[in-house]
């Protein structure tokens, strides 16, 4: 927790002034034991009112002191703790834009969402409490206890045997709680990670009617933290109880021999009175302080998360020297490429590669599923680094490139289409948001958009539903194939994005990209064999190694894997529906 003591200091006026305020607090809180016992020993005893009067104004005059104390604590702490909980959320937040697919691959959606939320929440929490509650407890407990041997230091004796035992107590619970704590926030990672895995594949879930296996997945990740939560605050329910039975047995104590020595005249009534009091308070502000350290348990727990994800380095990032402008003409060359997804597995994902993409060509790429083609054009805009070999655009090694230069020059379509919340407008001019309204409908138009766009009720200006829920999977391609246009890269990627395309609009877009990007480089993945025929160039890749390049017409001569994959997919289009005859 020491290591984000940072986001503090700009709020460090605010994290003096509340605990300053609540010494004030306290130390009128502290008054008003003694104040009482003036009025029963000079008051009340003595049957001098005028006493009781001006004793009683001066008790609620130090209680309306302790009110002010206590609200300017209580606005100081809450803006220092909302202000710090907002700057680690935004700072998390920024953090975890820089990571690499590999970085994301190991931290899990669903255990980040946990992190940026729920562990956010608990170290704000214990903020505010830090500068309200643990400044009045310890205060509270330090004070009563020497107001209470002021009095009577023969009474304190019985403090001496309650407290050791109260703290005993207190550190017992907490060496127990912290492990299961700390299970309880894995358990919470499971909750969220199956709800946002139901939640985004809830078509999928209706269409195979997996409902009830989703609820049963739900119910034992939600059962195993509902369990282990129970566990946890089970443990620390002990607290109050065992806490309560010292409290009263104490003053029990102090009654007994507090009233044995007002008997003989060695105590004064308001004096035994005011310690009861002190005692009290003593014991309260101890409760108070075992209530919190189970919130201190759990935010050890959060701010070990929490470190955790900033501590986490990008192997994605700029070199000191990283170059701008070295991207002119697109010229991709890999060379002898391998990677594998974990450096420590054998298993390579893509073995050798080695090929050129001239600027201006279209070169595609075709393989069966899992050979490594989606793997091979995230390497480019650098989502992924290489294990081995190198990737160079227009000579240059990308490793040395910018990463804001290098992905500003690449336009990239993914395989799964993604949109968000806002107008079609505002999705089509993702990168590029000062674009005119005559920009983003060139765009549309070159994706074969503008129709349908147009179409909608409010036009550019419809807002899209959540992942563009209100439109067709082949709709929401060609607003991705637009978005990649507004930035008018040098290099293009499309990655499988026109799948959900009829044969006739995809040849469209292809003839139009090819007319609008004529100078840009084109690295287009596909499954079908009619969407690359009129490629400049097509690898054919399998279990990672390119296994044959060339034209459509070369690879049918040379090449028995592309007309393998040519004559099934034939097969499959003039395949007629199977009748059975009686």
């Known amino acids: 927790m020491w290591k984000l003591r940072g986001h503090l200091r700009p709020y460090l006026w605010w994290c003096i002034l509340a605990p300053l ?6 130390f009128m809180d502290l008054l008003q034991p003694t104040l009482m016992a003036s009025i029963v020993d000079h008051g009340i005893l003595k049957n001098d009112m005028a ?5 009683g104004l001066t008790m609620i005059g130090v209680a309306v002191i302790g009110m002010i104390g206590g609200v300017g604590c209580s606005i100081f702490s809450s803006y220092a703790s909302q202000h710090f909980g907002n700057d680690l959320r935004i700072r998390l937040f920024e953090h975890i834009q820089t990571f690499s697919n590999r970085n994301l691959d190991r931290l899990k959606t669903g255990s980040l969402i946990t992190r940026l939320t729920n562990d956010v929440v608990q170290l704000q929490t214990f903020v505010q409490m830090i500068l309200r509650m643990f400044v009045r407890s310890p205060l509270l407990l330090v004070g009563s206890l020497v107001m209470a041997i002021r009095i009577s230091p023969a009474l304190t004796l019985i403090l001496l045997v309650a407290v050791p035992l109260l703290f005993g107590l207190l550190y017992t619970l907490i060496r127990l709680s912290f492990p299961l704590f700390s299970r309880m926030q894995v ?6 990670t199956v709800l946002q895995e139901n939640l985004s594949g809830v078509r999928v879930i209706k269409a195979f009617v997996r409902g009830r296996h989703e ?5 034992n990740a939600n059962s195993e933290y509902n369990r282990m939560s129970i566990r946890a605050i089970r443990l620390m329910a002990l607290n109050q109880p065992l806490m309560m039975l010292i409290l009263n047995a104490s003053i029990v104590a102090v009654l007994w021999y507090g009233g044995l020595r007002t008997w003989h005249h060695g105590l004064p009534i308001g004096d035994l009175i005011a310690y009861i009091n002190y005692v009290t308070q003593l014991f309260m502000s101890m409760m108070m302080l075992s209530n919190m350290l189970t919130f201190v348990s759990r935010a050890k727990v959060s701010a070990d998360r929490v470190n955790e994800v ?3 380095e990008s192997e994605i990032h700029d070199e000191p020297d990283a170059a701008t402008g070295a991207i002119r003409t697109g010229r991709i060359e890999f060379n002898d490429v391998s990677f594998a997804y974990d450096r420590t597995d054998e298993n390579l994902v893509l073995n050798r590669v080695s090929f050129v993409a001239e600027p201006g060509e279209t070169v595609a790429i075709l393989g069966a599923t899992g050979a490594g083609k989606s793997t091979l054009v995230s390497l480019i805009p650098r989502l992924y680094d290489v294990t081995s070999g190198s990737v160079t655009i227009d000579g240059t090694d990308i490793r040395e490139i910018a990463l804001d230069d290098l992905r500003a020059n690449i336009g990239m379509v993914m395989q799964q289409t993604i949109l968000f919340s806002g107008t079609v407008r505002d999705n089509i001019a993702y990168g590029r948001t000062n674009a005119g309204i005559d920009d983003v409908r060139q765009a549309a138009v070159t994706a074969e958009a503008d129709d ?3 179409g909608l009720p409010e036009g550019y200006n419809t807002p899209l539903g959540q992942r563009g829920v209100n439109l067709s999977g082949g709709q929401k391609q060609r607003l991705s194939i637009a978005r990649a246009l507004m930035i008018r890269p040098k290099i293009l990627i499309l990655d499988d994005s026109t799948s959900a395309l009829d044969a006739a609009t995809e040849s469209r877009v292809r003839q139009r990209l090819k007319e609008r990007l004529k100078d840009s480089t084109k690295i287009l993945i596909a499954q079908r064999v009619s969407s690359v025929i009129d490629a400049d160039r097509i690898l054919v890749l399998e279990n990672g190694r390119i296994a044959a390049q060339g034209t459509h017409e070369e690879l049918l001569q040379g ?3 592309y007309r393998d994959i040519r004559q099934s997919q034939l097969k499959e289009e003039e395949a007629e529906p199977y009748v059975q005859h009686p």
Request: glycine share 4%.
């Open 187 to 192: 358990k919470l990672d499971g909750v969220n």
């Open 452 to 454: 349908f766009v147009s």
């Open 559 to 561: 090449s028995e894997i």
């Open 215 to 219: 609820q049963e997945r739900f119910d």
């Open 51 to 55: 006493h009781i009067v001006s004793t």
């Open 310 to 312: 900033l501590a986490t």
């Open 21 to 26: 305020c609540m010494i004030v607090e306290v």
